[in-house]
Structures are given as structure tokens and as C-alpha cells.
């Protein structure tokens, strides 16, 4: 299985609302990110997750939550988000992480559209 | 400061070769990666080099110097399914992955 899954595919939300959006991965990897890409730009980087424990937090703020339940899970809760947060949020996942050959496997993401 | 520079769009025919440069100035390398995306669909990956020369692979072929800080990107046979966005993305001192902005292509009849 070299697959890495999102649910769901589109998400509408209020600023008031709270939700999750689910990425889930099979391959054994020890690394997971989420990446936030507006359009016609690049991904970036949110938050990387080695074996587990939060290794990178790009500034993000605090309306955005990640958690990873455990090495095939990672989550990512939204509270309070602000229309400029509408974007392509992408999961993506690796061998490990600190390498130099770090092939990440990228999930399909989900287009989140705040009102 | 850290900067990838690909051209913002490219135009090719059908059948046709087509070469996408990518110049990088980072803190440190430790290999480059070739991701291509198709339009509201997740990056696939294409290639890595970390030593110079050219890594073939079917239609797709990537080119590394790191003297120069330059990467190119061959597609031959272009096909109409090629038109996508590709995107340049070096692996920094810290490992971690600077992505470049990517570069729109688009393949005509």
C-alpha cells in the first residue's frame, strides 16, 4: 500500500465551526506533514510529526491543532478559522525524517473553504 | 536567505521536448526533488539527484550541477496528460524541503 488518504475531499465551515480533517497512512513511514497550498503557489509546510512527537511547528497559529494518535494517523483540527484559510490542505508522509533522500507521499488533500 | 527560481510558465507542443530550469541559492544541500502537479491534485514525484549528471527515467530525465546551483527538468514525447505544474523543491542544511514556485506547463496540439 503506497497510498496516503484524506477525508474528506471538500469541507465548507464557518468561522464558528469547529472540524477535522483525517490523514491516514500504511507504508510504515515515521515522518507525516501538513502542508497548506493557496493557488498557483507552492505547498507549505505546517507541521512535520517524527515517530509520533511534533518536530516542526512553522509558526502556525493556534486555530490550527495537530495531533497524531499514533504512527498512521495524523489530524488536524480547525477552530476559529478566518476566510484567508481557505486553501488545499495536504498530508504528506515519509521514511523518516532529517535525510537527505526524504521521498514524501503526498495525499490527495482537502479543499477547505471558510465562509 | 533561501530562493528557488523556475519560470513562472512554459508553452510546448505535443511530441515535442521541453526543458524546465530551476536555479536554487540555499543554506546548504542535500538533494533536489522534481515533483509534478496536476491542477487541484496532491504533488507525485518525479526525481531526486543529490551528485551532478542525469537521472533518465522513460520520458522523464533530471540534470543536476551543484556547482552552478542548477537543475533542469526534460520531458521528451510530450503528451497532452503532461500539462501540469512542476515544482523544484531542494533539500536544505536542515532537511527540510524548500519548495520552489513551480512552473506551469502547458502542451498544445
Known amino acids: 500500500d503506497t497510498e496516503v488518504t484524506q477525508t474528506p475531499k471538500h469541507l465548507v465551515m464557518g468561522m464558528t465551526n469547529k472540524k477535522s480533517l483525517k490523514c491516514e497512512q500504511h507504508?510504515?513511514?515515521?515522518?507525516m506533514y501538513w502542508y497548506k497550498q493557496k493557488a498557483k503557489k507552492p505547498p507549505e509546510l505546517m507541521f512535520v510529526y517524527s515517530y509520533e512527537k511534533l518536530s516542526i511547528n512553522e509558526s502556525v497559529p493556534s486555530r490550527f491543532s495537530p495531533e497524531c494518535p499514533n504512527s498512521s494517523l495524523l489530524n488536524l483540527h480547525l477552530h476559529a478559522l478566518q476566510p484567508e484559510d481557505s486553501a488545499l490542505y495536504l498530508c504528506?508522509?515519509?521514511?523518516?525524517?532529517?535525510?537527505?533522500?526524504?521521498?514524501?507521499?503526498f495525499g490527495p488533500g482537502t479543499r477547505l473553504t471558510v465562509l | 536567505g533561501q530562493n528557488i527560481d523556475q519560470p513562472t510558465e512554459m508553452t510546448a507542443t505535443e511530441g515535442a521536448i521541453v526543458q524546465i530550469n530551476c536555479t536554487y541559492q540555499?543554506?546548504?544541500?542535500?538533494?533536489l526533488f522534481w515533483y509534478q502537479q496536476h491542477a487541484g491534485e496532491a504533488p507525485t514525484f518525479l526525481s531526486y539527484?543529490?551528485l551532478d549528471g542525469l537521472e533518465e527515467k522513460g520520458r522523464f530525465s533530471s540534470f543536476l550541477s551543484r556547482s552552478k546551483g542548477y537543475s533542469y527538468l526534460l520531458l521528451k514525447e510530450l503528451q497532452m496528460k503532461d500539462s501540469a505544474s512542476y515544482l523544484c523543491?531542494?533539500?536544505?542544511?536542515?532537511?527540510?524541503?524548500?519548495w520552489g514556485a513551480g512552473t506551469k506547463l502547458i502542451i498544445k496540439p
Open positions: 523543491a531542494v533539500v536544505d542544511s536542515n532537511y527540510q524541503l524548500i
Open positions: 539527484n543529490v
Open positions: 504528506a508522509s515519509s521514511q523518516d525524517y532529517g535525510s537527505s533522500y526524504n521521498e514524501q507521499f
Open positions: 507504508m510504515g513511514h515515521r515522518a
Open positions: 540555499t543554506s546548504g544541500f542535500n538533494g
